[in-house]
C-alpha cells in the first residue's frame, strides 16, 4: 500500500496552531485582561486621592506640593525609581503637581 507523504499530519497542525494562538495572547492580549493604561489611571485616581487627605491632614493649599513621603504616609504603595520619582505600572514617569492638580504620566498624556 503507498501512504501519501505530502501536507501536514493533524498533530503538526494542531501543534502550529496551538504556537500561534500563543503569540498573538501574549502580544496582543495584556495578562492581566486590565488595559495597560487603566492601571495608570486607576494609580493616578489613587494618588490624587492620597494628595487630598494628605493636604487635608496637614492643612496643605491648592498650590503646595506634596511629597511621596506624604503619600506613604496616607497608605499609598508607590513605585519609585533611584531618583524619587513615582513610576507607573507601564514604565512611565508620574509627576505628583501641587494638591489641586492631578497627578499626570509621561507615558499617558
Do not use: W, Y
Not at 36 to 43: A, D, F, K, P, Y
Not at 51 to 59: P, T, Y
Not at 84 to 91: E, M, N, Q, S, T
Amino acid at each position: 500500500m503507498k501512504r501519501c507523504t505530502q501536507g501536514f499530519t493533524i498533530v503538526e497542525t494542531a501543534i502550529a496552531l496551538i504556537f500561534v494562538v500563543l503569540i498573538v495572547l501574549v502580544v496582543v492580549v495584556d495578562p492581566l485582561g486590565i488595559p495597560q493604561s487603566e492601571r495608570c489611571i486607576e494609580l493616578r485616581h489613587q494618588i490624587q486621592t492620597a494628595k487630598e487627605a494628605a493636604a487635608v491632614k496637614e492643612k496643605l493649599q491648592l498650590t503646595d506640593l506634596v511629597t511621596v513621603d506624604q503619600l506613604k504616609a496616607e497608605g499609598l504603595s508607590l513605585t519609585v525609581n533611584a531618583e524619587g520619582a513615582v513610576v507607573c505600572p507601564d514604565g512611565g514617569i508620574i509627576s505628583l503637581n501641587n494638591v489641586g492638580t492631578q497627578p499626570a504620566c509621561s507615558k499617558h498624556r
